[in-house]
């Protein structure tokens, strides 16, 4: 993490679950040990029942949680206001144009209270930790919050400090990515009027990165985004390049998400964009190339060999009518991956895996097309386990699940639920994906605490519709 948490840390503590998921399989009886940072001191499977004592007895099965690799927060208040067509053509640019209304009206306070709920809801979806994409950085009328380039405060990024004030609320982790947006397309080299709250360069960029690592908020680290190829000048992105030689933070940028944006880079360029980041050298481990939805196995091989990851958000690039990934291309290569959830019309992670892997049956024409017949015949398992690897990666954390070191976050399967109700153990993680439990997660653990009380939840849900109110009030 880039930055320490201040806030005290709860005591060391214990518990024991009948079954989690361990390296890839569900283990019996396993201690839990939280150490006074909020990590994983102990994991330890084949441990007996423990009597009445300080160990906490978990009543069900535990998962890891996920990170949920690609947000952005302001979304949420736009959920369910884009679902009707008023016009012959509707796809994501006519999409973006109507999202853009909500991205000029949307306050500090308002963006607050929309990401409070947003991650109360994530939490409770299974994801314990965020990759905000974050490029509502000025005043509604594209002015600076601060006038002092120098000014690092909380002050100068109140965007910023809201969405890192909304996960600490929660118990959200985040990781902060500050993106670099400077142009309207590759032959635009300038802003449109509707884009006048997310114009930054490289510096500011990293001046935000930098204040955000100083705010020392718990669970909160930051790197980089860069919003797209079509918004960035290639100058920039070397000059990015450059400055970030040294750090080991993250470094996300949209990709190949529609063909027009794919048409328009090579009209550009003369390379399609994957193979463009490929060809420049910009790609290595701490790249993250959010939805890659049209790669070809040449640059498949290419993001491959760099050792970069992939965001998926099927969710969205489904509302959006983006197109499908070429997943099984992408498993074979051994490209981490990781799950996003977007634009929120989903926020949970099994819902995400199911339609992941549904797009791909549909046009395949094949069932279980993520499995690995004689290595690991559970699509579940193998998309999990991908996910999970993955999205530590995506948020330039170094350890993640149910092992030692890693930030102490668990869930707490609800057997109870009518789609996980007697079910064999081994077949729980398929059932939690495919039989789409209504609320699969009874408890949420994050740096060895329980959150997501019904009480906060209620209250900030309360906030959420009240500003949903005030920013769609005719």
Known sequence: MNSAATTARPPARSFWAPTAWLNGAWAPGVLLRVDAQGRWAEVQPHTPAPAEGDIERLPGPVLPALVNAHSHAFQRAFVGLAERRDSAHDDFWSWRDRMYGVALRISPEQLRAVAEHLYGELLAGGYTHTCEFHYLHHAPDGSPYSRNSADDSAESWPMSRALAEAAAATGMGL????????????????????????????????????????WGLPNLSAGVAVHSLRAARAESLHELAAALQGDSGPVHIHVAEQTA??????????????????????????????HATHATPEEIQAVAARGAGVVLCPSTEANLGDGLCDLPGWLAAGVPLSLGSDSQVTRQWPEELRWLEYGQRLVLRQRNVAAAPGRQPATAARLFERVLAGGAAAAGLSRWGLQVGARADLLLLDTTDEALQGLPPDRLLDATVFASAQRPFLRTLVAGRWVGDAATRQAAARRHAATLHELWRE
């Open 175 to 214: 990781t902060l990515l500050p993106v670099l947006y400077e142009r309207a397309g590759f032959q635009q080299p300038a802003l449109r009027r509707d884009q006048r709250r997310f114009a930054t360069n490289v510096q500011s960029v990293l001046s935000q990165r930098d204040a955000i690592r100083a």
């Open 261 to 290: 944006e794919v048409d328009d880079c090579l009209a550009a360029t003369g390379l399609r964009p994957i193979a463009w980041l490929a060809q420049q050298g910009l790609l290595d481990a701490r790249w993250q190339l959010v």
